[in-house]
């Protein structure tokens, strides 16, 4: 039986996050009359996350009916690929076990899938749960976090001009992902002490690929709770070498196969051009200035990125071997 809506979270030892999660879930207002259901993927966690989910399940008195999944391949687009694939949803909504829905985002979500029916996917309006308050010195570098604060009006992204959003708190039509999106992406997920993203871009590149747009709806809102230590120095370092590193397949990803050895050249140029004016202008600051060191770190290994994936790239062959 096909269902209004499937809201996916992906978690990986959420056990003191995903509680927050499902009670924001059970407090939805407006889905009297949809059928939904949420679905709690385990990206194969060592804490207490299944038997939490499955205590919960014991006492669920609700009419939508609370799922587990298990994925023991580690990685959120694992998670996120078999979450909509197991979905029962025409609607799948996406959350991290530390994004907390407002009251009316199911139904803000829904309402406008259907007034725009060539949306493929719509993006939430994320704000920052920070457990401190960050420094002023970094505000301009917050939306690295998976902050997406774009105005009060709803819009299309254009890929080429902004980039794509963040994959929390994203709501997709199941079907345009199932038919689009490669069940095996080249970019998984942050894992252990690798801060190499990328997969909730290229998910969404697929879908605008396909000629479905991709919207910013700010009625749907998600708080994203952001520890303290994500805005230590370390973190920080690393999240904008992630970054960075990701750069170049993004890149390619939007351009036709015979544009992309031109465009390897043109880009490591301008790469280049970047990387070094940018130091010689900051380079007495970088001690002091903390976004201008997070921004030296990402464009450096914007530079290092096409080298880097190629050799990634040829250990994933040779593994898979």
Not at 67 to 91: D, M, N, S
Request: glycine content about 6%; charged content about 20%.
């Amino acid at each position: 039986m096909l269902l209004d809506f499937s809201v996916v979270i992906p978690t990986y030892n959420g056990e003191n996050r995903l509680l927050m999660v499902l009670e924001k879930l059970q407090a939805q207002t407006g889905v009297e009359k949809l059928q939904w259901e949420i679905i709690v993927v385990d990206n194969n966690s060592s804490d207490r996350t299944a038997k939490l989910v499955q205590q919960y399940q014991a006492n669920w008195q609700h009419p939508f009916p609370l799922r587990y999944i298990l994925e023991p391949e580690q990685g959120a687009a694992f998670a996120r690929t078999t979450g909509v694939h197991e979905a029962k949803g025409e609607l799948v909504g996406f959350l991290d076990d530390d994004n907390l829905p407002a009251a009316n985002w199911i139904i803000e979500a829904y309402k406008f899938a259907q007034n725009y029916p060539n949306a493929g996917a719509l993006a939430s309006q994320i704000h920052g749960d920070f457990a401190v308050q960050p420094p002023a010195d970094i505000k301009p570098i917050l939306f690295y976090l998976a902050i997406t604060e774009r105005g009060n009006q709803p819009h299309i992204y254009e890929p080429r001009m902004k980039g794509f959003p963040p994959t929390a708190g994203l709501v997709v039509r199941r079907d345009v992902w199932r038919d689009n999106v490669p069940r095996q992406l080249f970019f998984i997920g942050r894992i252990g002490s690798s801060m190499i993203g990328g997969e909730d871009a290229e998910s969404l590149f697929y879908i605008h690929q396909a000629g479905w747009q991709i919207w910013y709806n700010p009625a749907m809102e998600v708080d994203h709770i952001i520890p303290a230590w994500r805005l230590e120095k370390d973190y920080l370092h690393k999240l904008m070498r992630g970054v960075g590193l990701s750069r170049y397949y993004l890149r390619m990803l939007l351009l036709p196969p015979w544009q992309q050895p031109l465009f390897f050249f043109l880009y490591l140029l301008n790469d280049t051009r970047k990387l070094i004016v940018y130091y010689l202008r900051h380079k007495k600051n970088f001690d002091t200035d903390v976004v201008a060191a997070y921004e030296m770190e990402r464009l450096r290994a914007t530079w290092i990125s096409p080298f880097y994936l190629g050799w990634l790239k040829i250990n994933n062959l040779v593994r898979n071997k």
